[in-house]
């Protein structure tokens, strides 16, 4: 099957509009015809080769909604018609531990949904800024928001479940004070998440102009990060920060916000490491410095249900295919509110 897609045939290139194929689907695949895709940041790091190991042409995407058009012969579970989602994995081993528990995000030999290895053409997977998805029903997931909000869904597939896994491993809930850092992407997700869980919510921005968009979001209080007096009033006061900034930058300030026994969560992914924390901010008062990433199936379709039964979808921006380039930029320079979105039609033309 020939298809349209967006992808890079080179790290110094551009995003184009290119032909790649599909497999058929398999006895245990689910065709999906893509309607959004999502935008998330690592794909700008994975297209212009700033992590290393991208494969050419990249075609990037794992926030993926749509149609399944048709589903292989033992497929059960999903028929055509319905409204699924792909997120950043399509394949892992089954056989490891991780794998056994449920934590395919954890196996060694995950499969990513763009840039792994596979059997089909071109060698390596391409992902869903393209019009169609060939996937094991294993990976395919559930949406149940009403349709017409499935371009605000697509998000949760990455900064959604980015967010998720880390407050609900950590028992974020009623009667807990959460620390979101940073109010973008992924931390937009996480304020409405926390607020959900029933948290008392507070931001972490470094920009005064965001105090009324955090509070928009759900956040009980937003704390300028670069004022000392308002990091000050909070030291030793939270039972779990989720920090999201993907930017290096001082750990040592935000550790200090925590009670004795609690533990800040790293999401964002930085192109270089963070300035070491100070040991001792740990062991005085036995903190934790913990990382996360992504989710597990079975967690990502807890997270889909949760987020439709409270009505969460992530804020976004609608684009076409062709602004692919201008929207990397932008995202860049932080101007997007919170996350951009392809309009997967516009591939047509």
């Known amino acids: 099957m020939t298809i349209k897609a967006c992808g890079a045939h080179a790290a110094d290139k551009p995003l184009e509009i290119l032909d790649i194929t599909r497999r058929a689907p398999g006895a ?6 893509i309607a959004y895709c999502g935008v998330c940041h690592s794909d700008l790091h994975q297209v212009r080769s700033e992590w290393a190991g991208t494969r050419y042409p990249c075609v990037p995407g794992h926030e993926i909604v749509g149609r ?29 531990e991780e794998c056994g528990d449920g934590l395919e995000n954890y196996c060694d030999n995950w499969v990513g949904t763009y840039n792994s ?25 559930r949406i149940r928001h009403p ?25 974020v809930g009623p009667g807990q004070k ?35 968009a955090a509070t928009a979001l759900g956040a009980d209080e937003v704390v300028v990060s670069c004022n000392a007096g308002e990091m000050t009033a909070h030291v030793k006061s939270f039972d779990f920060i989720l920090n999201t900034v993907a930017a290096p930058h001082d750990l040592d ?24 924390p100070n040991v001792f901010g740990l062991i005085m008062k036995r903190r934790a410095l913990a990382g996360s990433l992504i989710g597990g199936i079975p967690e990502t379709q807890e997270m889909l249900d949760f987020c439709a039964e409270h009505g969460i979808v992530a804020d976004i921006e609608l684009i076409r295919a062709g602004q692919i380039n201008d929207a990397y930029e932008r995202m860049l320079k932080g101007d997007v509110k919170y996350r951009f979105v392809i309009d997967i039609a516009s591939l047509a033309g």
Request: charged letters at 10%; aromatic letters at 4%; one cysteine or more.
């Open 28 to 33: 245990h695949d689910v065709q999906i015809d």
């Open 68 to 96: 399944v058009a048709a589903v292989g012969a033992r497929v059960t579970a999903f028929k055509p018609g319905d409204l699924v989602g792909v997120g950043c994995l399509v394949d892992s081993c089954g056989q490891c």
């Open 147 to 171: 349709a017409q909000h499935l371009a605000a869904v697509a998000p949760l597939l990455c900064a959604g479940i980015t967010t998720y896994s880390p407050l609900r491993h950590w028992r």
């Open 117 to 141: 290895p596979t059997p089909d053409a071109p060698g390596h997977t391409l992902g869903g800024y393209s019009q169609a998805i060939v996937v094991n029903e294993r990976f395919v997931l």
């Open 253 to 276: 300030a935000f550790l200090a916000l925590l009670k004795r026994d609690a533990t800040m969560t790293l999401v964002g992914a930085p192109s270089s490491p963070h300035p070491s």
């Open 178 to 212: 959460v620390g979101v850092v940073g109010i973008g992407g992924l931390g937009h997700m996480g304020i409405k998440l926390a607020h959900a869980m029933g948290a008392h919510v507070v931001a972490f921005t470094t920009s005064e102009s965001k105090r009324a």
